[in-house]
């Protein structure tokens, strides 16, 4: 694959916002890394891009799944590199943008995943477990991909299980086809990313994110699925069953994703490619350069 450039930052950091500029600037075309905006009908607690925001930039990755399925890295990867090829083709830039950082990990570095098939027997048993429970099994049986999961994740946890019992070993940390990126990170101190979350907490309560829940509810997804989404879904999804108030509702979720996007902040440390950025004008100079180089 040719160059692309992916767009880093913890929740609620403005990357959305970033990456639209830079790809409008750049001539290029979004492919999401966000492990929820894959879903439909889950816009407002993921925080989707609207048409106008997107200001005629294409995007990719979103709404390709049911949120009633599970979504795999595997698929996420097959899809991804499928929309970056096309970006590609068409003389355009790929903006690989997002938090999830095993999606983008994933791709940029070729990383092989088994498509192992859900095994329902085994997964009932594993997510009556608790995560540091699954975390300590994981760090036994796969060392290797226990340094890279968010262990707070049980979700991702249980699906890691899953393919090391299920296909008899680890998965492969080989790095088939490192592609030619440059990374960028979108950094803010603690203290203001903790305002931003909150405003933007507020501001897709009022924008309609718990109509947003019951509406998938409604369709099917059921309550324990909508608990395994996180944050907002689970949260939520809590308030509506009764579980908690909304008070409660919103003074957990302003916690959690804060530690959440601590845990994303931890993952990102962790690769020595990132640029740190605080500002368009920084990214711009730094894809100036990187753009003008031959692949």
Known sequence: MKKIVVILGPTASGKTDLSIKLAKKFGGEIVSADSRQVYKGMNIGTGKATKKEMQGIPHHLLDVASPKK??????????AEKAIKNIQKKGRLPFLVGGTGFYIQAVIDGI?????????KLRKGLEQKSAED?????????????????KFNKRRLVRALEIVM????????????????????LG???KDLNKLIYYRL??????????E????????????RLEEFGLEYRYIALFLQGKISKKEMIE?????????????????????????IKNEKQARNLLKNFTSTTS
């Open 70 to 79: 599970r979504f795999t890295v595997a698929q996420y990867k097959k899809l």
């Open 112 to 120: 092989i995943i088994p498509e192992v098939k859900p095994d329902l």
């Open 134 to 150: 699954l975390f300590k099994r994981l760090e036994r049986i796969d060392p290797k991909r226990a340094k890279n999961i968010d």
């Open 166 to 185: 299920s296909s008899k070993s680890p998965v492969p940390p080989l790095k088939t086809n490192p592609i030619d990126s440059e990374i960028l990170i």
């Open 188 to 190: 803010t101190n603690k």
């Open 202 to 211: 507020i501001k897709r309560l009022k924008y309609g994110m718990i109509a």
């Open 213 to 224: 829940v019951k509406r998938l509810r409604k369709q099917g997804v059921s309550w324990k």
């Open 252 to 276: 957990k979720l302003q916690k959690e994703i804060e530690h959440y996007a601590k845990r994303q902040m931890t993952w990102f440390k962790r690769d020595k490619r990132i640029h740190w």
